[in-house]
């Protein structure tokens, strides 16, 4: 992450470009190893020459700053190979929360609560404006994997590896309701409209649709034989064949019409089901065992993989994907839609 920075100073960070860069006033030359060298300039722009020691410079890369009075994004560009990337500065930093890794996190849809889980045994609901922690969720067994609040901001669905699946208030840290069915761990979860079914996949090999209201399973929807990993749930595009179950619906089951689950699956492979009907809709194989998958559209979906491809598909034809997406070798552990594009993360 990027620190604040006193007033009319220039920053550089480590590249792998560019091992041992750093601070510099502005107009200075940074020399680097291999004939490599950065200048700041005296509007704040910032230029890489990558040159060889025999030879004249090979290629020059463009590097904008804003204005180092108010430094809170760095962009970097290579317009000959027409990519750029935008690293940003925190908005703010939470130290006190959990003592150990975050494994993972999300926000209440009106952004005042924020709730996550740590490879330090815990699970915390905590004040997104400051990080004050107001709840403590307790009573699952072994690591807590996952945690999400439903639409109504109110309550919290958590997966731990004890293979439950718990329901709990974000006003008291009671936990409501109690799943029991998974085998193996719950590795992800994923809820139906308002929430009156979630979904959860595990170790197992299993993706299974609940019944809140009845704290009951109402159907697994898929038995892959293989850990999943990640699920994502959306709206299908009319033109998809989903498929027509083969006994009719539980009237228990709300919302699930229309709509395709996503598999992320540790034997390399990415699936498609009919939340309704249960059947297969598609299965691509991709480079490396699949961590997440992700909805840009009822059209395009995305999934990322351990060995750092992110594959854009259309879901009408996934014979072959649309882009691969790689920056680098790191497991990529998350990916969520923003605006016109999406956010991921990756284990590096």
Known sequence: ????????????????????????????????????????????????????????SQMSWAFRLCSALELKSILISCPR?????????????????HQKS??????SSGGGLGVSTSTDGTMKIWQAANGEIRRQLEGHVYDVN?????PSGLVVLSGGMDAQ???????????????????????????????????SCSRDG?????????????GVIADCGSPINGIAVGTADNSLNLGTPEKPPSEREVGTEGKILLLAREDKKLQGVGLQSRQPVFLFVGSDAFNC?????????LAGTQDGNIYQLDVRNTNSPIQVIHRSGAPVLSLLPYRDGFIASQGN
């Open 206 to 218: 299993t993706a299974r649709l609940w019944d809140c209201g009845r704290s009951a399973c109402l």
């Open 293 to 301: 998958c992700a909805f840009l559209s009822s059209t395009y979906i």
């Open 102 to 107: 975050i494994t993972c996190l999300d926000i």
């Open 1 to 56: 992450s990027l620190t604040s920075l006193p007033p009319r100073a220039s920053w550089l960070g480590k590249s792998p470009r560019c091992q041992g860069s750093g601070g510099a006033g502005v107009g200075n030359h940074l020399p680097c190893a291999k004939g490599r060298y950065f200048y700041a300039s005296q509007n704040n722009s910032l230029k890489l020459s990558l040159s060889s020691l025999d030879g004249p």
């Open 146 to 150: 996952c945690c999400r609040f439903f």
């Open 165 to 199: 699946l718990k329901i709990w208030s974000a006003e008291d840290a009671s936990c409501v309701v109690t799943f029991k069915g998974h085998k193996g761990g719950i590795l992800d979860t994923a809820i139906v409209d308002r929430g009156r079914n979630v979904l």
């Open 81 to 97: 190979e027409n990519v750029s990337t935008k690293f940003l500065a925190p908005y703010t930093t939470f130290c006190r929360i």
